[in-house]
């Protein structure tokens, strides 16, 4: 009963201060695909936030190729009927790293970039991408709203750094990056899911990575020692397909299959974290540490070292806001209602 009495108090809470406040302009950077890719999921609740206003999707190489990202983005607006979001392709590959046939072996899509595949029901038939390029897009919308914009990135931080690079004035203007990425070995849980100690992000484009993260961009890092307390399961899931809309039906065609054949399976969320701390960036214990990438070529190329202290070697590494721990029952609670929520029409504001 308490319980309950205090998940309402948190709803009634997050409500009345989305109320209160005008909606914050976000861009969504991404190495997109459909579900079970947990970028579609973050995008779910985007889409389904009115505190948020979604200026723009930005697509980068990643988890597969800059021409799947954009293929799988752009239908997926059309068949949740969000053709109004404008969609920015980027880079096709990091700034330096060539993938090796380890690359081409393991986790990822972001080495070549091959016509994409059709997505399932077949491409887009009316949305297309914009003809700006993303980092284009990315250096313009800042500079038309200085200190206003927020940048969701979920993906290899290709874009954003290209985005400095073209724009000196761009970091200073950003309000604030909010970045799935990293694994913090000085906090628990902190190896890496790609090589022992790389997160896959920083991993695939760690020089973009540091120009990024040395940027002095107020920037709030989800690392995954918190992904790893976000653990998805079929109860979960049976909660969001009580609901029938057209996201949910997305959910139900890509995540029901899995979840029959293994009900005992588990999902990390990773972008959703992210995504859910753009509106409720409490759902997290922060802890403010010096963090820089490694990209020196060896065992920790693309290795992401947070200190409370200033270390040698690491007199570039900047303050920022890393997230430590998570308080799974209002993340998970908030994801499930937001990601539920009907369809209302026409969510974007000037
Ligand atoms: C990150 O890498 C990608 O596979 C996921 O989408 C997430 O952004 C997790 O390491
Ligand atoms: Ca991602």
């Not at 313009?140 to 914009?149: G, I, K, L, S």
Request: some cysteine.
């Amino acid at each position: 009963m308490t319980r309950l009495v205090t998940q309402w108090f948190c709803a009634v809470l997050v409500a009345a201060s989305a109320a209160a406040q005008p909606a914050q302009k976000v861009i969504f950077d991404t190495d997109f695909a459909f579900p079970p890719q947990d970028d579609s999921l973050a995008l779910f609740f985007v889409l389904n936030s009115p505190d948020i206003n979604l200026l723009g999707i930005t697509t980068v190489a990643g988890n597969r190729s800059l021409n799947v990202a954009t293929a799988d983005v752009l239908k997926i607006l059309e068949a949740t009927e969000r053709r109004e979001v404008p969609v920015y392709e980027g880079a096709a590959a990091p700034l330096l790293h060539v993938g090796t046939d380890w690359d081409r072996r393991t986790h990822g899509g972001w080495y070549s970039n091959p016509p994409a595949r059709e997505p399932p029901g077949g491409f887009a038939t009316s949305k297309r991408a914009e003809r700006q390029g993303a980092v284009d897009y990315l250096v313009q919308t800042v500079r038309a709203h200085p200190r206003e914009v927020t940048i969701l990135a979920i993906g290899p931080l290709t874009n954003i750094a290209m985005a400095m690079r073209m724009d000196t004035a761009f970091a200073s203007n950003v309000k604030q990056l909010v970045i799935m990425g990293g694994a913090i070995a000085a906090l628990p849980d902190g190896a890496g899911n790609h090589t022992p100690n790389a997160e896959f992000n920083i991993y695939v484009d760690p020089e973009a990575a540091q120009i990024v993260l040395r940027s002095g961009i107020p920037i709030l890092l989800s690392p995954l020692n918190v992904s790893r307390k976000a653990r998805f399961t079929k109860p979960w899931l049976d909660r969001i397909l009580a609901t029938d809309t057209p996201i949910t039906r997305l959910i139900r065609e890509h995540l029901g299959p899995m979840y029959e054949a293994r009900p005992d399976r588990v999902m990390l969320m990773y972008d959703q974290v992210a995504a859910v701390s753009l509106v409720a960036p409490s759902v997290a214990k922060t802890e403010e540490l010096l963090v820089d990438v490694d990209v020196n070529p060896g065992p920790s190329y693309g290795v992401t070292v947070g200190g409370r202290e200033r270390w040698p070697g690491g007199e570039q590494a900047q303050p920022m806001q890393v997230q430590s721990d998570l308080d799974w029952d209002r993340f998970i609670q908030l994801f499930v209602e937001r990601v539920t929520a009907r369809p209302a029409p026409m969510r974007r504001q000037p």
